[in-house]
């Protein structure tokens, strides 16, 4: 089963159209992520994991365990 780490990296490769090597500690913007893809990349995980993700924290966090805690945070 993968975790929800695994789910949060299969979503910025697949949006992102990154290499499937993208680490936890990447920094996704670095890796060639551009805005309208961020929007992208919200609204999915936001679909995914039943969450509100706010703008201002979304936008700080630029790494998959960033954003996996991040959803982690406001799940609970």
Known sequence: MATEMDQVIEVIVTIGNLPATIGP???I???GFSSIRALQLLTELEDRFNVALPDDRFSLARTPRALSGLIQELAS
Do not use: N
Request: net charge negative; proline share 0%; aromatic share 16%.
């Open 25 to 27: 500690d990447d920094d």
């Open 29 to 31: 913007y670095d890796a």
